[in-house]
């Protein structure tokens, strides 16, 4: 991606240490048709790679494919691992946490929003949120560093404590999130 190529090139020139790498949220409305754009190479992945893939739900429910977990599984064959994004801000998820639940035993990791935790979102992204910590981090959270921002939300979260500086984190919150569920074993790819 020519690009971010020469936005890198200026960066080093600038002495700034930063990379910044492609990738885009995927909306997924229909899994066959996710198949056959993935294999003719449409999509931009994480990284522009083939490690990680985000993949976004449609916010009428009606439009989220009942055969997500199939694609997920199927990209997990394929090496990537999906992250759902933002599934605290899709008010189906709350109200049918199976749904979720069988996107992670496909192998999905799921991204919650920064600022879904510190209630830019308003209260229902908040407290589904707050249910997904709950529901799934204890295994996570202390699997590697955080950025800061991530762990004064967390200590927002859990601690009640929100004993940081607001403007601190506002310019980062929108773009900082939390890689929630690792599954532990990855399928095997196809001989």
């Not at 990379?19 to 229909?30: F, I, K, R």
Request: with cysteine; glycine share 6%; hydrophobic share 40%.
């Amino acid at each position: 991606m020519p690009h971010f190529a020469r936005l890198n090139e200026e960066l080093v020139k600038a002495g700034v240490p930063l990379v910044v790498l492609p990738g885009s949220e995927v909306q997924v409305t229909d899994v066959a048709v996710y198949h056959r754009e993935f294999e003719a190479g449409l999509y931009c992945h994480l990284g522009d790679g083939r490690t990680f893939t985000l993949l976004e739900f449609n916010w009428i429910e009606d439009l989220s494919p009942p055969d997500a977990p199939a694609l997920v599984a199927w990209l997990r064959m394929r090496g990537m691992t999906p992250i759902v994004a933002h599934p605290e801000r899709h008010r189906f998820f709350a109200d049918d946490p199976g749904r979720l639940r069988a996107l992670v035993a496909a192998g999905a990791w799921l991204q919650i929003t920064v600022d879904s935790l510190l209630g830019n979102h308003g209260r229902d992204p908040d407290a589904s949120g707050a249910e997904l910590l709950r529901v799934y981090s204890k295994a996570v959270l202390h699997r590697r560093p955080q950025p800061p921002a991530l762990l004064r939300a967390v200590g927002w979260l859990y601690l009640g404590n929100p004993q940081w500086n607001q403007n601190s984190t506002s310019a980062c919150s929108m773009t900082c999130c939390l890689w929630l569920v690792a599954p532990t074993k990855r399928p095997r790819r196809p001989s």
